[in-house]
């Protein structure tokens, strides 16, 4: 039995983890700690988690806690996660990982020093969905991979305690949403890009509302990049990939079991289809469970999370703001 305790009395808890948690019978819910210890009771109470703590601290350095859910903001993740990690618990962070490369870093060697896992929260991930875009793509049912382009936006309204406006808690469209689109587009391509340019509209100081970016992958294979939040946004969620003998368009690949599509075009014939399965939290958790078990190796956290921040801190320094944390 898995025993996991929360950092944070976060929106995120209840649709990433807790209705999953309450699926299985290999997993539990023991504890939570929030800053407000009232907002804590009352989330405890109302999603039936047994026991508050009065601290971050105290919660991770509890005996009866295997896996620790840090649901903080990004500017709580690389010291609650290392501290997490050196207190013998694997750790479950959310996106982005980190503020910046340099806590990355941090926090990747001290999950090699502790001997734990550190997996990024990268949900769409571990879904059938992605699973099978990346299956046609090695399979060469595309054939050679020739150019990419990805887009998550979203409609995020501006309040001046709205996190992802707040630059000093690690907000920004490419923080909060762009790390998506970058991470599916380094995914698909298995290797690291360069950065070609970037340009971004600002909202509130040092916040992206809108960034762009061109990226180029190892054999001159370009990738476009685009997120926004900006008031007027619509979703959208879209990776489209061409290959020498054809071209996938996957539409929703951040939540596919609210709805996705792929279509393969290729010698003038098109493919359409969907990808069924459940949330893309419920593959998330089973697959945590799997690498704590040793059953799986992690898909996610070291040095791809790194590698992700990097060019997340590159794209803000050629856009014309600051990285997070700096």
Not at 1 to 6: A, D, E, L, S, Y
Not at 33 to 51: P, Q, V
Request: proline share 6%; with cysteine; charged share 25%.
């Amino acid at each position: 039995m898995i025993r996991i305790g929360i950092l944070g009395a976060a929106k995120i808890a209840p649709k990433a983890l807790i209705p999953q948690v309450k699926k299985r019978g290999d997993c539990c819910i023991t504890a939570i700690a929030a800053r407000d210890s009232g907002r804590a009771a009352l989330f405890a109470g109302k999603h039936g988690i047994a026991e508050v703590v009065e601290s971050y601290e105290a919660l991770i350095t509890r005996p009866d806690i295997d896996l620790i859910y840090n649901a903080l903001p990004p500017h709580r993740h690389a010291d609650l996660s290392i501290a997490a990690l050196e207190a013998g618990k694997h750790v479950l962070c959310e996106k982005p990982f980190a503020m910046n490369a340099q806590e990355a870093r941090r926090m990747a060697a001290a999950a090699e020093r502790a001997g734990k896992h550190l997996i990024e929260a990268f949900h769409y991930r571990f879904h059938p969905m992605f699973l099978d875009i990346l299956e046609k793509v090695r399979c060469g049912a595309i054939g050679r991979l020739c150019a990419m382009k990805a887009d998550f936006s979203v409609r995020i309204p501006y309040a001046p305690e709205e996190l992802r406006h707040r630059p000093d808690l690690g907000g920004g469209a490419l923080m909060d949403l762009g790390c998506y689109p970058l991470h599916w587009l380094r995914t698909v391509a298995g290797s690291e890009p360069r950065l070609v340019s970037a340009r971004m509209e600002e909202g509130a100081p040092g916040i992206d509302l809108l960034t762009e970016a061109e990226l180029e992958f190892p054999g001159g294979v370009p990738a476009r990049l685009r997120t926004s939040m900006k008031p007027d946004q619509k979703f959208k969620a879209l990776l489209a990939i061409k290959g020498s003998e054809g071209i996938l368009r996957a539409t929703n690949p951040i939540h596919p079991s609210f709805g996705n599509s792929i279509s393969i075009q290729r010698s003038g014939e098109i493919t359409r289809y969907s990808v069924a399965g459940e949330t893309t939290y419920d593959y998330q958790l089973a697959h945590v469970l799997d690498v704590i078990a040793g059953r799986a190796a992690p898909l996610t956290g070291g040095a791809d999370a790194v590698a992700n921040m990097a060019m997340i801190d590159a794209i803000y320094e050629a856009g014309g703001l600051k990285a997070r944390g700096n």
